[in-house]
């Protein structure tokens, strides 16, 4: 009970985040498990590999589309598996601090997919052996860190031995090691910046105030006005809570159209997830 209830404390509010983790922990410990069965009854262990990584051969992917998801899922290195789930957990949980945890699973996922596209495309051109894959979620993860660099580029991170770093510099450290530390082909590099490219692009668009959600708020507010009207005193009060809430929400993003997101205090900032988290349940 206690580990789970500092895994909910470390993911915040944000169930996106814990879903993503648990699903990564859950593949990674079954592609664990179908290494040890494959060695010990001696099948292949490629099998699994030509059913959900992401192969370099555009006509596998073609005929396997669901790959560009999978293989995001798969890890055979336990260190690969670790990193990148603290990695996710340290970025994902500022991320989802002050945004709503659909901008998370839009990184993740785009990222993700974006850096498998680019993989396949690098790969065509000669950057990876042929009948190679990829595996692993780094493409997800950098795009995850490089957007929260953008939108919170001076938050302090404590580290060890280090004292307090700006968020900024840490996500280019570990954006940059992944990169050029990892080893793989000239074709897996072209996924990791892409997907880190990705994050760029998403953190920029969110930073100039054009937040996905808004007209979706600007909808539910025009439609509040006219439904709720109830003379129950319970759903007359729920009423009045969330069209407090849209008035609030649209007052932050004027501000944040006008002066950006860095202008918007920390609390501001807070309220705004807050708010976000209330309307889109």
Same mark, same amino acid.
């Given at each position: 009970m206690r580990i789970r209830d500092y895994f909910k404390a470390a993911c915040g509010e944000s169930k996106e985040l814990r879903w993503l983790l648990i699903v990564i922990a859950a593949t990674g410990l079954v592609c664990f498990l179908w290494q040890i069965i494959a060695a010990l009854s001696g099948l292949e262990s490629g099998i699994f590999d030509s059913w959900f990584a992401l192969s370099s051969d555009f006509k596998v992917v073609m005929v396997r589309p669901w790959t560009l998801a999978t293989y995001l899922c798969l890890h055979y290195s336990v260190l690969h598996l670790i990193f990148n789930i603290l990695w996710l957990l340290c970025f994902g949980s500022i991320l989802t601090r002050f945004h709503p945890?659909? /901008? /998370? /699973? +839009?990184?993740?996922?785009?990222?993700?997919?974006?850096?498998?596209?680019?993989y396949i495309v690098s790969a065509s051109f000669g950057g990876a052996?042929?009948?190679?894959?990829?595996?692993?979620?780094?493409a997800a993860v950098l795009s995850v860190m490089s957007a929260c660099a953008v939108l919170m580029p001076g938050m302090p991170i404590r580290l060890f031995l280090f004292g307090e770093v700006k968020l900024k510099w840490v996500a280019s450290v570990c954006i940059l090691l992944t990169i050029f530390g990892g080893g793989g082909s000239t074709a897996v590099s072209i996924a990791h910046v892409c997907g880190a490219l990705w994050g760029?692009? +998403?953190?920029?668009?969110?930073?100039?105030?054009?937040?996905?959600?808004?007209?979706?708020?600007?909808?539910?507010?025009?439609? /509040?006005?006219?439904?709720?009207?109830?003379?129950?005193p319970s759903r007359a009060a729920q009423a009045m809570n969330t069209l407090d809430d849209h008035r609030r929400l649209d007052e932050l993003l004027d501000k944040i159209r006008l002066s950006g997101y860095d202008s918007l205090s920390e609390r501001e900032k807070i309220e705004l997830n807050h708010i976000s988290s209330r309307i889109t349940k």
């Open positions: 945890g659909r /901008l /998370l /699973l +839009q990184l993740f996922i785009g990222g993700g997919i974006a850096g498998g596209i680019f052996w042929p009948g190679s894959y990829i595996t692993g979620d780094s760029v692009g +998403q953190g920029w668009y969110v930073k100039k105030g054009k937040f996905i959600f808004n007209h979706k708020f600007h909808n539910n507010y025009t439609n /509040l006005s006219v439904k709720h009207k109830s003379h129950n």
